[in-house]
């Protein structure tokens, strides 16, 4: 769950009209960084984990994983993983849930509503391994490996799946006899099929098939392959690259005008393969290679394509932390410095919790560019004295010791950096970049004023970095906790309890942690933790245009939705819905807080831009992110902005959110 968000809550910044500018069944056009390059190694970060107090904020869950694996939390299959039961998850275009002897999957049906879009498990192909147990035994950016075991505690074999893969395989680690629920037919050239559900699903394997269709014997090393073939598809075309596969890795690269991901699916002899690809991957995909056929899923028309890689660009997005304020008159500076004065007046405690206090943190961040912009010497001392003692609070290494708030311990059982005072469920690991992102904001404006203060809170900074996006092996923190290569977005759920698979609500967030993120790396100079963090800022950005703010309504998953977003995206479904909120100007507002400078992205299509606000803001915008949508609404058009500021003016205070202040939202309106 993104967080049982009980009150008023906020979210980020829409990653919105980024659009999605290629992909590929194919080698990348230029050679990529091998994700598994070091970012904040345990060799940069190991001394700064010793000095934390390490202790679990709550009783690790229980989990079906292998011993030396890092907790997946934030994973789209993590619901598999922790928890009494495993849930079902969703590699697309495949549905996918373990069973007390086996495993069953299914192409999802898809249901377009008014306010929901549907596509939740369909169990159509049971297996069962007469199994005792399962184990999740390896993961990467997007397979995951489960072994199955007897009473004994003896292996039998392992299954792999994979996101954007249509195909299951099942490999013996010893002669084994499974059962198949529905009966599977002679196709020829040892392939079998089964029409189950409206679905042509086929079945390839070098062992024995019974008579009967269901049961199967497979020697040490033999493997059974299924795969759902497209409407559109051919059974026989389909089958040649129904091979099993092993894992997923990923490489990634950035240039000035675009990023790029590349995902490589390793299989059994290094053979081609079946790739789905998802609509925001779909703009330059080779004809050749992917006329297989579609599926459909609630994120739209799904592509298949054969090879070895997927290949897809993104818009690259530059960090940002300044609004540009070079065109503003004498009146309008005169106005924001006055504004600004009040502001920082009117400055309260700061909060006690990781999210609540990041933001806070943020705010002050904003003031006091906005008070340097301006000139404001004694502004910018008042605020700058303050952000630089509740950071020095924050990060000190000990504080846990000797308070139970504004400080961080280490979970060495979950392998993660939380705030004491937990918030939205930050505890369960849900939300740390939501959280964190505002922490690495506030840092790096403070720390451009202070390099002395850099270096003292850059050790528990950097744990919040990894603990957000480590790279390459670690004994303290999973790769990328939370962001999902394939899916190009980050999923906010620690363990995922949900029948529905992982979700995202803040897409803003989202964009608004990454961009703190390559602004703190940018800061310290970190150039391999800079370049991953402008990826996934670029590459979260474009997603939640294409699946929150920006999508196309033309795909016929769209027909029957009545609203021109999706406020809250699971693995199985989306709705138009939050965790806190009934209202319009709440589902809209969520995707767009806290409008940084990076917000810019957010523009495009100012008839979209439009009609969004319209539907949150029927009777004006005194409502819980009136200013947020204010903001977002200048990015219309220069007449847009005119309207905006007036209203902005005399925006009652109470629907200025805790991380904004009038003279940043002001300021961020004129510089449109």
């Not at 995951?144 to 490999?171: C, M, Q, R, Y």
Request: charged letters at 15%; proline letters at 6%.
């Amino acid at each position: 769950m993104t967080r049982s968000r009980l009150s008023s809550l906020f979210a980020v910044l829409v990653s919105g009209t980024v659009a999605v500018l290629l992909a590929a069944c194919s080698a990348p056009s230029a050679p990529a960084s091998v994700a598994g390059d070091a970012v904040l190694p345990d060799s940069q970060v190991g001394g700064a984990v010793a000095q934390l107090p390490t202790q679990p904020v709550r009783p690790p869950p229980q989990s079906r994983l292998a011993h030396g694996l890092a907790p997946p939390t934030n994973r789209w299959f993590s619901g598999l993983v922790f928890g009494d039961k495993p849930l079902p998850v969703f590699p697309l275009p495949l549905s996918f849930g373990l069973t007390q002897r086996g495993f069953d999957f299914g192409v999802p049906t898809v249901t377009s509503a008014a306010d929901t879009i549907t596509g939740g498990y369909a169990p159509n192909v049971s297996v069962d391994l007469n199994a005792a147990s399962n184990t999740v035994t390896a993961y990467d950016d997007a397979s995951v490996t489960i072994a199955a075991s007897d009473t004994n505690g003896k292996v039998l074999g392992s299954t792999v799946i994979a996101e954007g893969s249509p195909i299951v395989s099942f490999t013996a680690a010893h002669p084994v006899s499974l059962r198949v629920g529905q009966p599977f037919r002679a196709a020829g050239d040892g392939v079998w099929s089964a029409e189950i559900a409206g679905t042509t699903y086929g079945l390839r394997t070098a062992g024995t098939l019974a008579e009967d269709g269901t049961s199967l014997s497979l020697k040490a090393g033999e493997s059974a392959v299924w795969f759902a073939v497209p409407k559109n598809g051919s059974l026989a075309s389909l089958s040649k690259f129904a091979v099993p596969l092993q894992s997923v890795s990923l490489a990634y690269s950035t240039a000035s005008k675009q990023v790029t991901t590349e995902l490589s699916y390793r299989t059994a002899g290094r053979k081609d393969t079946l790739i789905a690809a998802m609509p925001h991957q779909q703009k330059s995909l080779k004809a050749s290679s992917c006329s297989l056929g579609s599926y459909p899923s609630v994120y739209g028309t799904m592509t298949l394509c054969s090879g070895t890689s997927l290949t897809w660009s993104a818009t690259a997005i530059t960090p940002s932390n300044t609004l540009d304020l070079a065109a503003l008159g004498q009146s309008q500076k005169d106005e924001l410095r006055k504004q600004l004065g009040q502001d920082v007046a009117s400055s309260t405690e700061l909060p006690a919790d990781s999210y609540f206090g990041g933001k806070a943190l943020y705010r002050l961040a904003n003031l006091l560019t906005l008070a340097t912009q301006l000139g404001d010497d004694s502004a910018a001392k008042t605020v700058r004295t303050r952000l630089d003692a509740a950071l020095r609070e924050w990060t000190e290494p000990k504080g846990c010791t000797k308070r139970a708030e504004r400080c961080f311990v280490y979970d060495a059982k979950m392998k993660g950096v939380v705030g004491m005072t937990a918030s939205f469920g930050s505890d369960e690991f849900n939300d740390h970049h939501f959280h964190y992102g505002y922490f690495l904001y506030a840092a790096s404006v403070a720390a451009a004023h202070d390099p002395g203060l850099q270096r003292d809170i850059a050790p528990v900074m950097n744990l919040l970095a990894a603990d957000l996006a480590a790279g390459g092996p670690s004994k303290y923190f999973p790769e990328r906790r939370v962001f999902d290569a394939y899916s190009s977005h980050s999923w906010a759920s620690g363990l995922s309890p949900f029948a529905d698979g992982n979700n995202q609500e803040s897409s803003s967030e989202a964009v608004s942690a990454w961009n703190g993120l390559a602004l703190w790396a940018g800061s310290t100079r970190n150039a391999p933790l800079e370049k991953e963090a402008v990826w996934m800022l670029s590459s979260e950005t474009a997603s939640a245009n294409a699946y929150w703010t920006g999508f196309d309504p033309a795909d016929p998953v769209y027909a029957g939705y009545s609203h021109s977003i999706v406020s809250l995206n699971w693995g199985g479904k989306r709705d138009y819905s939050t965790w806190f909120s009934a209202e319009a100007n709440a589902k809209l507002g969520i995707q767009l807080i806290p409008m940084s400078p990076v917000a810019s992205s957010l523009a495009g299509d100012p008839g979209r831009i439009e009609k969004n606000v319209q539907t949150a803001v029927p009777a004006g915008y005194s409502v819980q992110f009136g200013d947020y949508l204010l903001m977002y609404q200048a990015l219309a058009g220069p007449d847009q902005a005119k309207s905006a500021l007036k209203i902005a003016r005399d925006l009652p205070e109470k629907f200025i959110d805790d991380a904004n202040s009038r003279s940043y939202m002001l300021a961020w309106i004129m510089s449109r």
